[in-house]
C-alpha cells in the first residue's frame, strides 16, 4: 500500500507546493509541464501573439488575457475550474468574435479536478 501511494502523494505534493514556496519563476516552470502534458497549450498561449499565418484569431483566449479579464471577480477561480473539467457551450461564448473556436471541450477525461483547480489559480495570476 505505501507503494501505491507514495507516487501519487508526491505527484499531489509536486503540483501543490510551488505555490507556497517556489519563485515566480519556479512556480511558472512547474505549471507549464501540465498545461503542456495536458494539451491546454495546443489550444491555448500564455502570451497573446500576432494574428495567424491564415489570418484567423487565435484558436482560445491566451491565458493573460484570461487573467485580466477576470481580475476583480471573485467568483472566477469556481467557474473556471467548472468550465476547465465540464467544457463550455457554443452558446454562450465568453469569447466570441476574440477566438475561432466556438466552445473549449470538457477537460475532464485528461486533468483531476485538483489540476484543474491548480492550472486555473495559475491562469488567474498570470496578469502582467
Ligand atoms: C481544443 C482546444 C482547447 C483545449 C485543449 C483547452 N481549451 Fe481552454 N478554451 C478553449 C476555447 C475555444 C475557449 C473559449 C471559450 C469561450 O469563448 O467561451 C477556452 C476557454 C478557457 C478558459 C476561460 C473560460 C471562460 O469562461 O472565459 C480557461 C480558464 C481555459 N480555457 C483553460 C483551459 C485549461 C486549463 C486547459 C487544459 C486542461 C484548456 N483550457 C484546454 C479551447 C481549449
Known amino acids: 500500500m505505501r507503494f501505491l501511494t507514495f507516487p501519487l502523494a508526491a505527484a499531489a ?13 519556479e512556480y511558472g516552470e512547474a505549471m507549464y509541464r501540465p498545461a503542456t502534458e495536458r494539451g ?15 489570418g484567423l484569431p487565435p484558436i482560445a483566449p491566451a491565458w493573460v ?8 471577480d471573485p467568483q472566477a477561480y469556481e467557474r473556471l475550474t467548472r468550465a476547465v473539467m465540464s467544457g463550455t457551450s457554443p ?9 475561432s473556436e ?4 470538457p477537460n475532464a477525461g ?4 485538483r489540476e484543474a483547480r491548480a ?3 495559475w491562469i488567474l495570476v498570470l496578469v502582467p
Open 110 to 113: 485528461v486533468v483531476t479536478q
Open 13 to 25: 505534493l509536486a503540483l501543490a507546493a510551488p505555490a507556497a514556496h517556489a519563485t515566480p519563476a
Open 65 to 72: 488575457d484570461i487573467a485580466k479579464r477576470y481580475r476583480d
Open 91 to 99: 452558446e454562450s461564448r465568453h469569447w466570441a468574435g476574440k477566438v
Open 40 to 54: 491546454c497549450l495546443a489550444c491555448h498561449a500564455l502570451q497573446p501573439g500576432a494574428k495567424r499565418a491564415d
Open 119 to 121: 492550472l486555473v489559480n
Open 102 to 105: 466556438a466552445n473549449m471541450p
